[in-house]
């Protein structure tokens, strides 16, 4: 049950876009069409499963002082090695997006790479770190973060579909307007701080 709470707190109250404002660069930069949106979730549910489980393993076996593997604190280098798991990650996924679904890696374009620098995925991991969760808590917090994220891009994308036929003031055209959106929508998931 604890478990399941996590998931909801990460996906819905605690959400790492609307809440935390993390992650914001790929939210408004990938939310246009609903397809790409979806890929992007996809993708970062992805590498922000893995990084976790990595950077977990790694900082509880390495960088821990008195870890079994080294016995000297080195916490002090923990933003950086978690920053290099991360952005292996992404060259991995990178390059089976480009294998497979070149068409998707194609509309993802340059916010593919950034994944590396989403503060987001990083954040995560240390969170998951500075929060004490055990492995399998650490993992369920990053698939319910990656599902908030996911939620929170695929609902903007619609609306931006939608808002296309829509007739919007010329001063609020373009980026002012999906800003509001994002800002209703943070509001929104408000809502959802009762729930947990």
């Known amino acids: 049950m604890n478990l399941?709470?996590?998931?909801l707190s990460a996906a819905l109250v605690n959400n790492v876009v609307l809440s935390q404002f993390l992650g914001l660069c790929p939210f408004l930069g990938?939310?246009?069409k609903v397809g790409t949106a979806a890929g992007m979730g996809a993708a970062v549910t992805f590498v922000l499963t893995l990084a976790s489980m990595i950077t977990y393993g790694i900082q509880v076996g390495i960088l821990n002082e008195g870890a079994p593997l080294c016995r000297a604190d080195l916490t002090f280098l923990q933003?950086?090695?978690f920053i290099l798991v991360i952005a292996a990650l992404v060259q991995f996924v990178e390059m089976v997006l480009k294998k497979l679904m070149p068409a998707l890696y194609q509309a993802l374009g340059v916010y593919l790479p950034l994944i590396t620098t989403n503060c987001a995925?990083?954040?995560v991991a240390i969170l998951n770190i500075q929060?004490?969760?055990s492995f399998l808590e650490s993992i369920i917090n990053s698939v319910g973060t990656?599902?908030?994220f996911t939620i929170a891009i695929v609902?903007?994308?619609?609306?931006r579909e939608k808002m296309e036929h829509n007739d919007i003031p010329e001063a609020f055209k373009g980026m002012p307007i999906v800003l509001i959106t994002s800002g209703l929508m943070a509001i929104a998931f408000f809502g959802f701080s009762g729930l947990i």
């Open 4 to 7: 399941l709470l996590l998931a």
């Open 30 to 32: 990938v939310s246009k």
């Open 79 to 81: 933003t950086i090695v």
């Open 121 to 123: 995925v990083l954040g």
């Open 131 to 133: 929060k004490s969760y």
């Open 146 to 148: 990656a599902l908030g």
């Open 155 to 159: 609902v903007l994308a619609g609306l």
